[in-house]
């Protein structure tokens, strides 16, 4: 009898939404696997030194794209593999959310990722347009497709994009289709995690546009804008941000189990900084 040798499991890019991670992963792995030391794999990537690999992990250093596509030879990734990796470097990479949405779009559609990440991936769909959370909220009363379609149709969307919609709200379990009507389920929405950030920033953007828009198009007798300029301590900021919170749940505790429902309503309530005050002499 002999203790087989267990060998060390290759990490999945798909796994990862850092590029700097999976080099670490991929790194440690190799050192198992193939007894490859760091100077080792620094030359396979063509680099004049180990140390550029290290502060690269570190996050001391970046990768441009020339270099990128090198570590990903030196990982022996395949083509799916590198394309994936070289859009984590870019969503490194990216100074913006918007940017940061533009290139979660692309590795999203990676069917790798969405199978290996599959409620995150539709949990970033529902969220990155916030047109879905609408017809999800339509279905507080049982609907039929037909007029799920007209609502869809009135808010600018295809037949397409509510079909995409309902697909993400079956996947993940909030409707079900029963008699030829959707409703919802019990179930539900999680938080996501290390999408979050990107897909909410999406929905906040979304609203806020379509506040203006009614600002111009809703009367003012269905719509109710307020507006405050003050000037508070950070403590007393942090008080007002729980304030906030607390009065959304109070509304939505109070009114979402509306009996009699005839609208939907988007309430957006923002509170931002717009200027330091100027200190005292």
């Given at each position: 009898?002999y203790?087989?040798?267990v060998e ?9 939404l850092?590029?700097?991670e ?12 193939e007894?490859l030391?760091?100077r080792?794999f620094?030359?396979?990537a ?6 550029y690999?290290s ?24 083509a799916q ?5 070289k859009?984590?470097?870019r ?14 779009d692309e ?13 995150e ?5 529902f969220?990155s347009n916030w ?7 339509a ?14 149709e ?7 994009d509510?079909n995409s ?17 959707y409703l919802?389920t019990?179930?539900?929405?999680e938080?996501?995690?290390t ?7 999406n ?11 009614a600002l111009?198009?809703?009367p003012?007798a ?17 008080k007002i941000?729980?304030?906030l919170?607390?009065f ?7 009114f979402s189990?509306?009996?009699h ?9 923002s509170?931002f ?5 100027p200190k005292?002499?």
């Amino acid at each position: 009898m002999y203790n087989r040798k267990v060998e060390p499991k290759r990490p999945s890019i798909y796994d990862f939404l850092s590029y700097r991670e999976f080099l670490a992963a991929m790194i440690k792995y190799l050192k198992k696997r193939e007894r490859l030391t760091v100077r080792a794999f620094a030359k396979r990537a063509g680099l004049a030194s180990s140390g550029y690999l290290s502060m690269v992990i570190s996050g001391q250093r970046e990768l441009s794209p020339k270099a990128a596509l090198k570590f990903a030879k030196a990982l022996k990734l395949r083509a799916q593999e590198t394309d994936f990796f070289k859009g984590l470097v870019r969503l490194q990479q990216a100074s913006s959310s918007e940017e940061k949405s533009k290139v979660l779009d692309e590795l999203v559609q990676f069917r790798s990722f969405e199978s290996k990440r599959n409620i995150e991936a539709h949990q970033y769909h529902f969220f990155s347009n916030w047109l879905t959370p609408i017809l999800y909220e339509a279905l507080v009363q049982p609907q039929t497709k037909a007029s799920l379609l007209t609502m869809a149709e009135a808010l600018g969307l295809s037949k397409a994009d509510l079909n995409s919609s309902l697909s993400t709200m079956e996947e993940l379990k909030l409707v079900q289709l029963e008699k030829g009507k959707y409703l919802r389920t019990s179930h539900m929405l999680e938080t996501i995690s290390t999408l979050a950030p990107v897909s909410i920033y999406n929905f906040h953007r979304d609203v806020i546009q379509a506040s203006l828009r009614a600002l111009d198009s809703v009367p003012q007798a269905e719509r109710q804008y307020e507006s405050l300029t003050i000037s508070v301590s950070l403590e007393e900021r942090q008080k007002i941000k729980k304030k906030l919170f607390e009065f959304v749940q109070s509304l939505n505790e109070e009114f979402s189990q509306s009996t009699h429902p005839e609208k939907i309503y988007q309430l957006n309530l923002s509170f931002f900084p717009v200027a330091d005050l100027p200190k005292g002499d």
